[in-house]
């Protein structure tokens, strides 16, 4: 099956830094990714859309000068929090519909990466 | 507005005993898709099983089956034969065919016991 790969695995950061999150669509062109949060013992809540191209749309109550996603090509999307403080601190998954462009792949499919865990001191 | 409700916080089930884990959507969208994964500890999300909202069948992959019934806007799910292993978070999910996003439940927790 398709995959998705995500950038570091977990990061430690200081408050105020900022901090970079990579996802990738592995053997499938992705035109459309999702980024989701999750909150300990929480469900994941669908942050912002993701389009290859054009400027990334968000959810109601997120706010986009503090997550920034770029959509630089069919395979990698990015998602970086700026100046971080410990509320930010949570899981962090990239999803990639599957259907959106590629060879071989079910369209009944949503791939998700493996998650990036931000702990912000 | 869509929205998916999973009125289930935990569940417990006995190994080898089937398990039924309730879910119920709302959508005006004519075409849409429900999915269910599950999260073990991990936090990765490992796919289950998808519904069309066209499929006159109900989806069965392996020990998992879905029994949906679309007048009464649900999609259950149900583990056949539990493992220790299927101990983890289960969530069901829906994408409207309109804006392709996913969305979740809160989720449900079951645990396999001996």
């Known amino acids: 099956g398709a995959v998705v790969s995500q950038h570091p695995s977990w990061v430690i950061c200081k408050s105020g830094t900022s901090v970079k999150i990579e996802c990738r669509s592995l053997?499938?062109?992705?035109?459309?990714m999702f980024w989701y949060r999750q909150f300990p013992k929480q469900s994941l809540m669908l942050m912002a859309t993701?389009?290859?191209?054009?400027?990334?749309?968000?959810e109601q109550g997120v706010e986009k000068d503090k997550f920034l996603i770029n959509h630089a090509s069919l395979t990698l999307s990015t998602l970086t929090v700026t100046s971080a403080h410990p509320e930010d601190s949570s899981f962090y998954i990239c999803?990639?519909?599957?259907?959106?462009?590629?060879?071989?792949?079910?369209?009944?499919?949503?791939?998700f990466g493996p998650g990036t865990r931000l702990t912000v001191l | 507005a869509q929205k998916i409700t999973q009125t289930q916080p935990g569940m417990f089930v006995q190994e080898k005993e089937a398990v039924t884990l309730d879910c119920t959507y709302d959508?005006?969208?004519?075409?849409?898709?429900l999915f269910w994964y599950k999260q073990p500890s991990s936090g990765e999300m490992i796919f289950l099983i998808y519904?069309?909202?066209?499929?006159?069948q109900n989806a069965t992959e392996g020990r998992y089956s879905l029994n949906f019934q679309k007048a009464r806007k649900s999609a259950n799910l149900v583990i056949s034969a539990s493992q220790l292993g299927d101990s983890a978070m289960y969530f069901c999910?829906?994408?409207?065919?309109?804006?392709?996003?996913?969305?979740f439940g809160t989720g449900t927790r079951l645990q396999v016991f001996p």
């Open positions: 999803s990639a519909p599957a259907g959106t462009s590629g060879v071989g792949v079910s369209y009944n499919e949503q791939f």
């Open positions: 053997d499938f062109q992705a035109t459309t």
């Open positions: 993701s389009n290859e191209g054009s400027k990334a749309t968000y």
């Open positions: 959508t005006s969208d004519q075409s849409y898709g």
């Open positions: 519904q069309g909202s066209y499929d006159e």
């Open positions: 999910a829906m994408r409207s065919y309109n804006t392709d996003k996913l969305i």
